[in-house]
């Protein structure tokens, strides 16, 4: 099912682009994306986000080196806990072709592999399994920046490739549903810093199980004694990794002068069927959050939005989206997420 991704292969694919950009103009194009479905083999590429290092894959909506349309607007959709890329990025096409834009776009959803046996506890059908020289994270540690390479460090790489292979981009918007708003949400506050010309970048976290608190106050009371790991990494600041290369105030700083959006389901709340509850972070860490997806969304915007009230910075908006659970197919489609994935 995979594309050759061997280095010959890469490198005539590289060959082409060079060509078709060497003169500096792109031929016309309509802005529907090339590919629509995941299920095309078309749709599946990867790169390296170091020379020594592994293969990052991902689904793109515009094939490198070989589709020539100039998008000015990127949205790279990150897959939820099984590791459903192939729906992601489903919904994020469908999303924008429902929008209708007249602006070409690119729709690009990464894969976070994982090796077996560990993987069929994360996996999804129609995902291909990781190949020998893939970077590789378990089910849990690619949300919180982990790995051997981090994967705030691969999502770093992965906007400099879209930069570098679509130089006509203006905006990228960086939006995680689920676990994939858990990676998004921390990795806000390390992202590598903006580069001379390089696109605005946003971000839109999507109904995430837990969240990134930068002090110690909670929506329901508890104390350190009886929650230690409560503000303990990945829940707040305290024994950062060395491997995140900043420190907390560094990090909350990062994370105040971000553009960042808050969306989560109206549904995503209980136990009832279509808010998966059974995957729902509930240690007691998580659960001093709020008991459920929406409560802990609600309760940490409301948080943040106060203290940017009291620095005299605008609020971010918060998109509670009527008559959805725990779906990314529906909250990313819903008419109310599309000013914040697709501005």
Same mark, same amino acid.
Request: with cysteine; aromatic share 8%; hydrophobic share 40%.
């Given at each position: 099912?995979?594309?050759?991704?061997?280095?010959?292969a890469?490198?005539a694919?590289?060959?082409?682009?060079?060509?078709?950009?060497?003169?500096g &103009?792109?031929?016309?194009?309509?802005?529907?994306?090339?590919?629509?479905? /995941? $299920?095309?083999? =078309?749709?599946? +590429?990867?790169? *390296?986000?170091?020379?020594?290092?592994?293969?990052?894959?991902?689904?793109?909506?515009l094939?490198?080196?070989?589709?020539?349309?100039?998008?000015?607007?990127?949205?790279?959709?990150?897959?939820g806990h099984?590791?459903?890329?192939?729906r992601t990025?489903n919904?994020?096409?469908?999303?924008l072709?429902?929008?209708?834009?007249?602006?070409?776009s690119?729709?690009?959803a990464?894969?976070f592999?994982?090796a077996?046996?560990?993987?069929?506890?994360c996996?999804?059908?129609?995902?291909?399994g990781?190949?020998?020289?893939?970077l590789?994270?378990?089910? &849990?540690?690619?949300m919180a920046?982990?790995?051997a390479?981090?994967s705030? /460090? $691969?999502?770093d =790489?992965?906007v +400099?490739?879209? *930069?570098?292979?679509?130089?006509?981009?203006?905006?990228?918007t960086?939006a995680?549903f689920?676990a994939?708003?858990?990676?998004?949400?921390?990795?806000?506050?390390?992202?590598?810093p903006?580069?001379p010309?390089?696109?605005?970048?946003?971000y839109?976290v999507?109904?995430p199980?837990?969240?990134?608190?930068?002090?110690?106050a909670r929506?329901v009371?508890?104390?350190?004694?009886?929650?230690?790991?409560?503000?303990?990494?990945?829940?707040s600041t305290?024994?950062?990794?060395?491997t995140?290369?900043?420190n907390?105030?560094?990090?909350?700083?990062a994370y105040?002068?971000?553009?960042?959006?808050?969306?989560?389901?109206?549904l995503?709340?209980?136990? =009832?069927?279509? +808010?998966?509850?059974?995957?729902?972070?509930?240690?007691?860490?998580?659960?001093a959050?709020?008991?459920?997806?929406?409560?802990?969304a609600?309760a940490y915007?409301?948080?943040?939005?106060?203290?940017?009230?009291?620095?005299?910075?605008?609020?971010r908006?918060?998109?509670?989206?009527?008559s959805c659970?725990?779906?990314?197919?529906?909250?990313?489609?819903?008419?109310?997420?599309?000013?914040?994935?697709?501005?």
């Amino acid at each position: 099912m995979l594309l050759p991704r061997t280095r010959q292969a890469l490198q005539a694919s590289l060959a082409v682009w060079l060509v078709l950009t060497a003169g500096g &103009a792109f031929a016309q194009t309509k802005p529907r994306p090339s590919c629509t479905e /995941a $299920a095309s083999d =078309a749709c599946y +590429t990867a790169f *390296r986000p170091r020379i020594d290092g592994g293969w990052l894959h991902y689904y793109s909506s515009l094939r490198p080196g070989v589709d020539t349309a100039r998008p000015t607007t990127a949205l790279i959709a990150i897959h939820g806990h099984p590791r459903d890329a192939n729906r992601t990025f489903n919904a994020a096409t469908r999303a924008l072709q429902a929008a209708g834009t007249q602006e070409p776009s690119l729709i690009v959803a990464p894969v976070f592999q994982v090796a077996e046996p560990g993987a069929a506890r994360c996996q999804t059908k129609g995902v291909p399994g990781p190949q020998a020289d893939d970077l590789l994270w378990t089910c &849990a540690s690619w949300m919180a920046g982990g790995g051997a390479f981090s994967s705030f /460090a $691969a999502l770093d =790489a992965l906007v +400099t490739e879209l *930069r570098q292979r679509w130089p006509s981009l203006q905006t990228v918007t960086i939006a995680g549903f689920s676990a994939g708003a858990q990676l998004v949400q921390r990795y806000i506050g390390f992202a590598a810093p903006p580069q001379p010309g390089a696109p605005r970048v946003r971000y839109v976290v999507a109904s995430p199980g837990s969240w990134l608190y930068f002090d110690a106050a909670r929506p329901v009371a508890t104390t350190q004694a009886a929650c230690p790991r409560q503000n303990r990494w990945k829940y707040s600041t305290e024994k950062l990794p060395d491997t995140l290369g900043r420190n907390a105030e560094e990090a909350r700083q990062a994370y105040a002068a971000a553009d960042v959006h808050y969306l989560v389901g109206a549904l995503d709340t209980g136990d =009832a069927p279509g +808010t998966h509850y059974p995957s729902l972070d509930r240690s007691c860490a998580a659960n001093a959050q709020g008991p459920y997806r929406l409560e802990r969304a609600l309760a940490y915007a409301a948080a943040d939005n106060q203290q940017r009230l009291a620095a005299n910075q605008p609020t971010r908006e918060v998109t509670v989206v009527p008559s959805c659970a725990h779906d990314v197919a529906c909250v990313f489609t819903s008419p109310a997420a599309r000013s914040a994935l697709l501005p």
